[in-house]
């Protein structure tokens, strides 16, 4: 009987790996971790997970600040990973420390000022004997994996190199090269539910729920909840055009006052049909296309993104909307705002995001043991099927900045949303044929 030949593998010089989770939570994220970490030790190679993202990792110092197994990292064994695949949270945490702050062109890579702490994490991974690194993490993480793949290509001939592979993460699903990230499903299901059960209670108390849900750079998690959990009204950064904005210095911007009264026009189109009730739904990164003086003083994070949880925009907007209702009709009408996003970061996985994240998880060793590539993103396309994107082709070669997957407008998904919820330009009566009016 002839003996199966082992295929042949352009990696085998990998016999330590490191993993690091950077960002936000992310539901499925130890389906990724444990998958990646299981192809490697059955391979018999090393698998390092890093504590809590770059925050250790960057303050590296060889005499001062060396990493610790247990402290800093631990070392994978096959017994820490049987049942986590399915669990909640993230099993080697995360943070959102940037590592590349402050570069901003290539130029900057050559400034050992603005590399000090790209270089720190670069001389951790070479003392720990690494050679390869697996990143997830969202477009900011992404761009610090291309930060250390081009820093490493400015080193001399003969210094150490570390493989870069990326998996992407978000439950905004805002990435170019990917169709869907994992944790997407897993928040658009919880929050949804969610939003069910605020439309149960405007229906029992004839009121309107104003809800901001996650999403700060593109909708299709707006979009997602608001399908899926029956709103009457969704608006995102791709919505904000034409009526919905003024100009400010030459630049179009938020205009609160006609957001406030889209919202209006909504509750009386609805009671002109007897619906007395009502939700809408929010994306938080319409917060950000205000005018400077209605977000003056908010505090910004590593990345230097807005804090828009302490805007609080559905609150905000509901109590404009009550006054402004109140205005126009000269009655009044409960109007409430909340935020949702938080309570599904680190939820149950969804089915569809385990197998996902699993897939992206073996991908990495794919990429690096099969394939032997570096400054690659692990992606999947049609059946689960792994493709390997580069990061030249994610991120723009000037600016360094990777770029956004916004929903498009008159594609087929934004018609779903735009299709599904109320129409406000007129009264609209029930007919066969006719679309549902909810």
């Known amino acids: 009987m002839s003996v199966p030949q082992r295929p042949n593998r352009k990696g085998d010089h990998i016999k330590r ?6 960002g936000g939570p992310a539901p499925a994220a130890n389906a990724v971790i444990s998958s990646a970490a299981i192809s490697f030790l059955e391979d018999d190679r090393e698998v390092i997970g ?7 990792l960057q303050d590296y110092h060889p005499v001062s600040h060396r990493l610790l197994p247990d402290e800093h990292y631990r070392i ?24 590349g702050k402050g570069i901003d062109k290539p130029a900057d890579l050559d400034d050992p000022a603005k590399t000090v702490r790209l270089r720190n994490v670069y001389s951790a991974l070479v003392d720990l004997e690494i050679d390869a690194l697996i990143s997830i993490g969202g477009d900011d993480t992404l761009k610090t994996a291309n930060f250390l793949h081009e820093y490493q290509k400015r080193l001399p001939k003969d210094a150490r190199r570390v493989q870069v592979v990326h998996l992407p993460k978000t439950i905004d699903n805002d990435y170019r090269g990917i169709d869907f990230t994992f944790g997407f499903f897993t928040a658009v299901d919880v929050m949804a539910k969610e939003l069910q059960n605020l439309r149960a209670d405007a229906i029992a108390t004839s009121s309107y729920f104003v809800v901001e849900t996650m999403g700060r750079k593109a909708g299709w998690l707006s979009y997602g909840v608001a399908i899926a959990g029956e709103a009457n009204l969704v608006i995102a950064v791709e919505d904000v055009t034409g009526s919905l904005t003024i100009d400010v210095n030459g630049e179009p911007k938020l205009s609160l006052d006609a957001l406030v009264d889209r919202v209006v026009d909504l509750i009386i189109a609805r ?7 009502g939700t809408v739904v929010l994306a938080e990164g319409i917060a950000e296309m205000l005018p400077e003086q209605q977000i003056q003083g908010l505090p910004r994070d590593e990345h230097g993104h807005l804090s828009l949880g302490r805007l609080d925009l559905g609150k905000f907007v509901a109590t404009l909307a009550t006054k402004r209702y109140e205005q126009r009709t000269g009655r009044k009408k409960k109007v409430t705002g909340l935020q949702l996003g938080y309570e599904s970061r680190c939820a149950p996985p969804h089915a569809f ?13 794919r990429a690096l043991v099969e394939e032997n590539l570096d400054g690659f993103l692990v992606s ?5 099927d792994l493709l390997y994107v580069p990061f030249k082709d994610l991120v723009n070669p000037q600016t360094l900045k990777t770029e956004v997957r916004l929903i498009r407008p008159g594609s087929d998904y934004h018609r779903l949303a735009r299709f599904l919820e109320t129409r406000t330009d007129k009264f609209v009566e029930w007919s066969p044929g006719r679309r549902h009016e909810r």
Do not use: C, W
């Open 271 to 277: 009671e002109k049909r007897a619906k007395h009730y």
């Open 380 to 384: 999947v396309e049609k059946q689960l």
């Open 17 to 22: 790996v490191g993993i690091v989770f950077s």
């Open 50 to 56: 890093f504590f809590h993202g770059y925050s250790n």
């Open 76 to 99: 994978f064994e096959e017994k820490d990973l049987s049942g986590l695949r399915n669990s909640r949270g993230i099993v080697i945490g995360t943070a959102r420390a940037n590592p």
């Open 353 to 365: 995001d385990v197998m996902l994240g699993s897939q992206l998880g073996i991908g990495a060793y």
